[in-house]
């Protein structure tokens, strides 16, 4: 068993997104030609850039009315959805897209930081090819959201299954898949857990298995997920699905959860490589970095 020590992952080839400001509980983000000011509950600190600096860039902000709900506030004309690309590990070849949009949860469609867990997912997809001679890997994307790592495991060739509660989301989550000139990939609407555990009795493989668990949630009848309460319990069903050569990833936005967290529910099986840390973003004017979730990897090929 390799592990590798703790890391600190950042993306480097997203140009279409910037994070250019972040603190006073606000970030300021540009995603493509629009800039967006939004809550963010982790930035603890002073801005570095002044209030009317921040007004003076942003096209739109969002006015909490509750802990996750709220409206958009145009400040300047913008459309309410548009497009945005990224180069899978900086190659134009390798690009994905995705349609953002003003949504009433101050969410626009896309997790940003994510993207290095993009690059690992294609690269890992594709050095299992190379190595293993299996065409097609199969890859199960859950809590898949809009899909962007459904997109990237399909752009390196796989088999993919992507699952998400949420039906409208799954919907978003195809309309992204169209847009990047992909196809094929399966839409399953359910709640996760119900659906490793029927894949773990059916007896299913899969080379590739993403997590992006929320802290709470909710399926798509009612069934309740709470991290603390159910991770465990998925992981043990995740990793009886996993083929004999395979990658996992485990990643969570929760406040106050340690990656050595992450590490510890992803046993060491083989000769693998085990690393965990944490995902941020460092903002282009001032000093600041945002942490954004915690994740750990593991690869036995």
Same mark, same amino acid.
């Given at each position: ?132 001679? !299996?065409?097609?890997?199969? #890859? $199960? *994307? ?8 459904? @997109?990237? /495991?399909?752009?390196? %060739? ?74 465990? !319990?998925?992981?043990?069903? #995740? $990793? *009886? ?8 990833? @485990?990643? /969570?936005?929760?406040? %106050? ?45």
């Amino acid at each position: 068993m390799q592990s590798q020590q703790m890391q600190f992952l950042s993306p480097s080839n997203f140009t279409d997104y910037e994070l250019i400001d972040v603190g006073n509980f606000e970030k300021l983000e540009r995603f493509g030609k629009y800039i967006t000011i939004r809550p963010e509950p982790q930035a603890l600190w002073n801005k570095s850039l002044n209030e009317k600096e921040w007004m003076r860039l942003a096209h739109v902000k969002f006015i909490p009315k509750s802990s996750s709900t709220g409206d958009w506030k145009k400040l300047k004309d913008m459309p309410d959805q548009w497009r945005i690309r990224y180069n899978i590990n900086g190659n134009k070849r390798n690009c994905i897209s995705f349609r953002l949009g003003l949504t009433g949860f101050k969410h626009v469609g896309i997790f940003p930081e994510q993207a290095c867990n993009w690059d690992f997912i294609f690269t890992s997809i594709s050095k299992l090819r190379k190595q293993t001679n !299996t065409n097609t890997p199969k #890859v $199960l *994307n859950l809590f898949a959201y809009t899909g962007g790592a459904s @997109l990237a /495991a399909k752009a390196a %060739g796989a088999d993919v299954v992507h699952v998400d509660s949420i039906k409208q989301v799954v919907s978003w989550s195809k309309e992204n898949m169209e847009l990047s000139d992909l196809r094929d990939i399966r839409w399953v609407v359910e709640d996760a857990l119900k659906f490793v555990k029927r894949e773990e009795k059916r007896g299913n493989k899969y080379n590739g298995i993403i997590l992006d668990p929320p802290a709470y949630g909710h399926g798509p009848k009612g069934e309740k997920w709470k991290i603390e309460d159910n991770i465990s !319990t998925m992981m043990k069903s #995740v $990793l *009886n699905i996993l083929d004999e050569k395979h990658f996992l990833i @485990l990643n /969570a936005y929760s406040l %106050g959860l340690s990656p050595l967290v992450m590490q510890n529910l992803i046993p060491e099986t083989g000769n693998g490589k085990l690393s965990s840390g944490e995902l941020f973003l460092p903002s282009s004017k001032g000093t600041n970095v945002l942490p954004l979730g915690v994740f750990g990897r593991y690869c036995n090929f």
